[in-house]
């Protein structure tokens, strides 16, 4: 297992590439069961979970060829081509490796009738149920079963109805399920309370440009008009805005400034508004967005919450920032029950951090000191990449495949800009 070295203390400058979003990417990978015609995906992050969801395709009988990218670029170009499904089950050790391939059910119930996924379970950061998901199939038509860890969605007659279903609370899985499933049913659909976050707006617009009609896209109502079949298509997957946050936090952490290039300041107003907020200058380029530091951290009061609201994705990020700043800044946490396992190792390294409940009181330090670190899940493991940016002497960051899952090239990309990081084996 790897791990990362950072001698924290020098200051980060300089332009870093934003990859292509893996939220976004997770959810339009599965759109290529919807066709039989070849969808092809540009600004694809290389990334363990992209890895892991090919492997599911393929092992639904969809072929993926990835296009001559060369190795020092990043992103890749990959071709999907569900011409004919050889099956319709998602194991469970595919989807114990990750959730994200509850995103199979609603598609390939589209397509054939029938779709049969482990149910994931579930993971570090909280418990995960994904009821909404089946509640919102279920209201399009859909037949849901439940036997030995697996579920089982059936559309009765071959395909569903469609139909209304209002969330009872937003869920960005389960609104993207929804949605694939409905392109192509019979009849009408109207989603109520839906998630707003722009990997649904990049998920609505990707199948609009393969045929789909849906109205209200970017808004918590959509109706979508069931097409009889989908077409193919060539699409750019978004710039990853937790990527672009959390550079933003990297570079400020250590006094720095940074160019996010692809950063997009309007898919990401909640994070530039909580950046500003402790003191950052943002100001967007027609590369990028670029972001530095005006002196000292400013503490800020803040709460999680669904888009547009602040993303819990950056939280433990932000936490890891504020640890420098000039004062006690306050987070709550509304979305996941389990999200501080981060606290502890950001304490280790000097920071003053008291929690309770869903509420984390961030007292400003003078100076973070380097440690051996453990890495929990994906973003936690990014909060104790920038503490150790900023801390005096060693970090070792331990279980990198977390941040495998989710940044590309991380120890490349913060070169880039003069971190000393070295990527190691444990063994
Ligand atoms: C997605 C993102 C994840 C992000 C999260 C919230 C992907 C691959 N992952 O996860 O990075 O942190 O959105 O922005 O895009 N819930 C239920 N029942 C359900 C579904 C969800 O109770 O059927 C609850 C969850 O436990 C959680 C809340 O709803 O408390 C929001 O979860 P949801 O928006 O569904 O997150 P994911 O789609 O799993």
Same mark, same amino acid.
């Given at each position: 297992?790897?791990?990362i070295?950072?001698?924290? #203390?020098?200051?980060l400058s300089?332009?870093v %590439? @934003?990859s292509?979003?893996?939220? +976004?990417?997770l959810t !339009?990978l599965?759109?290529?069961?919807l066709?039989d015609?070849p969808l092809t995906?540009?600004n694809?992050?290389?990334l363990?979970d992209?890895d892991?969801?090919q492997?599911?395709?393929n092992?639904f009988?969809v072929?993926?060829?990835i296009a ?5 670029d990043?992103g890749?170009?990959?071709t ?5 499904i050889?099956?319709?089950v ?9 959730r994200?391939s509850?995103?199979?059910l609603?598609?390939m119930?589209?397509?054939?009738g ?6 994931? #379970?579930?993971?570090?950061?909280g418990n995960r %149920? @994904?009821?909404?998901h089946?509640k +919102?199939l279920?209201? !399009? ?5 439940l036997?030995?860890?697996y ?9 569903l109805?469609?139909?209304r279903?209002?969330?009872?609370m937003v869920s ?12 192509t049913a ?5 989603l109520?309370?839906?998630?707003r976050?722009p990997?649904?707006?990049?998920l609505?617009?990707?199948?609009g440009?393969?045929g ?10 959509l109706v979508?008009?069931?097409?009889p ?6 699409y ?6 937790i990527?672009a946050g959390s550079?933003a936090?990297?570079?400020a952490i250590?006094?720095?400034e940074?160019?996010l ?5 309007e898919e990401?107003e909640?994070?530039a508004?909580?950046?500003?907020d402790?003191?950052?200058?943002l100001?967007?380029?027609?590369e990028?967005l670029?972001?530095?530091?005006n002196?000292?951290l400013?503490p800020?009061?803040?709460a999680?919450a669904?888009?547009p609201?602040?993303a819990?994705?950056?939280q433990?990020?932000l936490?890891?920032?504020?640890c420098r700043a000039d004062g006690?800044?306050v987070?709550t946490?509304?979305?996941f029950?389990?999200r501080?396992?981060?606290v502890p190792?950001l ?6 951090i008291?929690?309770?409940g ?10 973070l000191s380097g440690a051996?670190?453990m ?5 936690a493991?990014m909060?104790l990449?920038i503490?150790?940016l900023?801390?005096?002497?060693e970090?070792?960051v331990h279980r ?5 899952r ?9 070169a880039l800009?003069g ?9």
């Open positions: 297992m790897d791990k070295i950072i001698r924290g #203390g020098k200051r300089g332009a %590439p @934003i292509g979003a893996k939220n +976004a990417a !339009l599965p759109c290529a069961l066709t015609e995906l540009r694809l992050p290389r363990a992209i892991t969801f492997h599911l395709m092992q009988g072929s993926t060829t001559g990218s060369r190795p020092e990043f890749r170009v990959m999907l081509e569900a011409t004919r050889t099956s319709n998602a194991p469970y050790d595919l989807v114990r490796k990750m994200a509850i995103l199979v609603g598609p119930l589209a397509r054939m029938e779709a049969t996924v482990s149910l994931p #379970g579930g993971c570090a950061i %149920p @994904i009821d909404l089946l +919102a279920e209201a !399009l038509g859909a037949q849901i079963e036997a030995s860890g579920v089982r969605a059936i559309a009765p007659d071959g395909g109805p469609g139909g279903y209002s969330f009872p960005v899985g389960a609104t993207e399920n929804a949605v694939m499933a409905a392109v019979r009849g009408k659909s109207t109520h309370n839906v998630a976050e990997e649904i707006v990049d609505c617009n990707m199948l440009a393969m789909a009609k849906i109205e209200g896209v970017g808004t918590s109502e979508i008009h069931g097409v079949r989908l077409h193919g298509a060539t750019r997957v978004m710039t990853d805005r990527e550079y936090c990297a570079a250590t006094g720095g940074v160019l290039q692809n950063a997009k300041i990401m909640a994070t508004q909580a950046l500003r402790a003191g950052l200058h100001e967007p380029r027609p990028g670029f972001v530095g530091t002196g000292a400013r800020i009061t803040l999680t669904p888009y609201g602040f819990t994705d950056m433990a990020q936490m890891a920032l504020l006690t800044s987070l946490e509304t979305i029950e389990n501080y396992m981060h190792e304490n280790r390294m000097g920071a003053h008291e929690t309770s869903k509420t984390a009181v961030v007292h400003g330090v003078s100076g051996e670190v890495a929990t899940d994906l973003r493991s909060s990449v503490a150790g900023a801390a005096q002497g970090t070792q990198l495949y977390h941040l495998d989710g940044y590309e090239r991380l120890e490349e990309k913060l800009l971190a000393d990081v070295e990527r190691l084996s444990d063994d």
